[in-house]
């Protein structure tokens, strides 16, 4: 296993720096959450090009959980990179200054998920860098990602790989604190949100159906996989440029 994780690793350090070095821009900004996958992705940025090319932010709401903040920050530090913390819920509160505003966790998590790839563009700009994407293939696929929201990015080194394979990679980083390898993986959208619980299955179930799908032609062959094939199904738009007549 470490030595297949060396060889996946090296191949995203490659697709960093040769993005990094075609663009012409300073380095790579990335959003930290405190969850495995921009623990990852932030943990590959400064393999690829250097520490001080990388700027992590953190944009906390008024729900996110203390202890995610702190595992952001721990990550940021022990990667000796520079990041922000800041918080977007002044952001959030001109949202619901508009009239008709419907206090939804749905719509306001997108709002939130917008917000914060809003403030790493900005960021972005301002410095001269590249945004760094942290989506995995899994949510990808199953469409559990917010439009223009975190699926949008310069880079996205971990969309190739399913939750459980960023989870095994993860176990080889030593940068990585084990609280985080460990934690339910949530997006922070609500109080009490959790990704699994949100979806309705695990991600062990998810990628066994998503490998079963993709290796027979993507027709299912259990209940299981036709519950994941519809996800797939109806998130197509995520995945697809916008019709035109271009």
């Not at 559990?144 to 990015?153: E, L, M, S, V």
């Not at 699994?196 to 299955?201: N, V």
């Not at 490998?211 to 032609?217: C, D, F, I």
């Amino acid at each position: 296993m470490r030595e297949e994780a060396g060889c996946a690793l090296g191949r995203i350090e490659d697709l960093l720096r040769q993005v990094y070095w075609k663009s012409g821009r300073s380095g790579f900004v990335i959003g930290v959450s405190g969850g495995i996958d921009s623990a990852v992705s932030a943990t590959m940025c400064c393999r690829a090009v250097g520490p001080g090319r990388v700027l992590g932010l953190i944009l906390p709401t008024r729900v996110t959980d203390p202890s995610d903040v702190a595992d952001a920050e721990e990550v940021c530090r022990g990667l000796s990179m520079e990041y922000r913390t800041i918080c977007i819920e002044p952001v959030l509160s001109a949202y619901r200054a508009m009239p008709g505003f419907q206090d939804d966790r749905v719509l306001v998590g997108n709002l939130v998920a917008r917000s914060r790839m809003a403030a790493l563009y900005y960021h972005a700009n301002r410095e001269g860098m590249l945004v760094c994407g942290t989506s995995n293939r899994t949510e990808f696929m199953i469409g559990y990602c917010t439009k223009w929201g975190d699926n949008a990015a310069d880079v996205q080194p971990i969309l190739h790989l399913y939750k459980t394979e960023v989870y095994e990679l993860a176990e080889t980083m030593e940068t990585i604190p084990d609280r985080v390898l460990r934690k339910a993986p949530t997006a922070g959208l609500w109080n009490g949100q959790s990704d699994e619980g949100e979806i309705g299955l695990s991600y062990a179930e998810i990628d066994s159906a998503l490998r079963s799908l993709e290796k027979n032609g993507w027709t299912s062959q259990n209940p299981l996989e036709e519950r994941v094939l519809a996800m797939v199904r109806a998130s197509e738009h995520k995945r697809f440029p916008a019709p035109s007549l271009l």
